[in-house]
C-alpha cells in the first residue's frame, strides 16, 4: 500500500483553515496509505507535551484516530516542534524518529529527515540549533511555567522573521555538499525532506550513478505531499490527495 509524506504544516489556531484541510487528509488516509510520515514542523510551535493550546489537543485526538485505524504514523521532531516527546507519542500511537532515518519503500531506500541539518551555510541557525537541542536547555525550557515558555516561542518567533529578512536567501537553502555527504554515509540514492519549503525534485549525479532528492511544501500558501506508490514518489497537493481514488 502507498506512503504518505507531509511537513511543514505549521497548524496554529490563528489558521482553521489548514487545522480543517490537515483533517480532511487524515480523514482520507485510511483508505489510501498504510503509512504516514510527518518530516518536522507539523505545529507553529511545540511547547513541550503539556501544551494546552485547544486546537493542538484536536490535532493530537485526529492522529491517535489515524492510528487506532491501522495506519502507521512516524514523526521526525522540526524546528518548531522538537520537544515532541513521549506524552505526544502515547498519545498518538506515533513512532518518534532520529534526525536521519532509512526507509525501504518498494525496495529501494530512502534517506527522510526534516531538513534544517542541512543548511550547513547557515551559522547562525546552526548554533542557535545545537544550542535549544541540547538536552540540559530543554530540561531548563520544559521546567518553565507554560506562560513564560509561550512568551519565550514568540519572541523567538519574531526574531527568527526578522533575521530571515536580512539573510541571503541561498544560505537558507540546503548546502549540495551537505546533502551528498548524508546520503553516501547513510548508503542511499532517494531523500526525502522539508524545512526549505521549496517543493522541488532534484535529479543529480552522486558518485557515477543517478540520485534524487524530494523536497515537500509548506502548508502557509498551499501544501505540497509526497505520496509513493507503484514504486514512484510523486509531489501533489493535499486537496489532490483527498480527491485521488482509494
Known amino acids: 500500500m502507498a506512503t504518505l509524506f507531509l511537513s511543514d504544516l505549521h497548524l496554529s489556531a490563528v489558521r482553521p483553515d ?11 488516509a485510511p483508505y489510501k496509505v498504510a503509512t504516514v510520515y510527518v518530516l518536522g514542523d507539523l505545529f507553529e510551535f511545540w511547547l513541550g507535551d503539556d501544551d494546552d493550546t485547544p486546537e493542538y489537543a484536536e ?8 492510528t487506532r485505524q491501522g495506519v502507521a ?9 522538537f520537544l515532541l516527546g513521549e506524552r505526544f507519542a502515547a498519545a498518538t500511537g506515533a513512532e518518534i524518529l532520529p ?11 530512502h534517506l527522510l529527515a526534516h531538513g534544517d541539518l542541512l543548511c550547513t551555510r547557515d551559522l547562525n541557525y546552526q548554533a542557535f540549533r545545537r544550542y535549544v537541542w541540547d538536552p540540559q536547555n530543554r530540561r531548563t525550557y520544559l521546567a518553565l511555567p507554560l506562560a513564560a515558555r509561550r512568551q519565550i516561542a514568540a519572541d523567538t518567533r519574531n526574531g527568527t522573521v526578522s533575521s530571515m529578512l536580512t539573510k541571503d536567501e541561498n544560505i537558507m537553502d540546503v548546502d549540495e555538499d551537505t546533502v551528498q555527504a548524508v546520503m553516501r554515509e547513510h548508503g542511499v540514492r532517494r531523500f526525502v525532506h522539508g524545512h526549505t519549503h521549496r517543493p522541488a525534485i532534484h535529479d543529480f549525479d552522486l558518485d ?8 515537500l511544501g509548506e502548508w502557509y ?11 514512484e514518489l510523486r509531489l501533489l497537493s493535499a486537496e489532490e490527495f483527498i480527491a485521488a481514488p482509494a
Open 18 to 28: 489548514k487545522l480543517g484541510l490537515f483533517f480532511a487528509v487524515l480523514a482520507a
Open 59 to 66: 490535532v493530537v485526538r485526529r492522529l491517535g484516530a489515524l
Open 73 to 81: 504514523l512516524k514523526v521526525t521532531p522540526g524546528n518548531r516542534d
Open 99 to 109: 534526525d536521519y532515518h532509512v526507509a525501504e519503500l518498494d525496495g529501494e531506500r
Open 208 to 215: 557515477g550513478a543517478p540520485a534524487r532528492r524530494f523536497v
Open 221 to 231: 500558501g498551499g501544501s505540497v505531499l509526497g505520496l509513493h506508490a507503484g514504486g
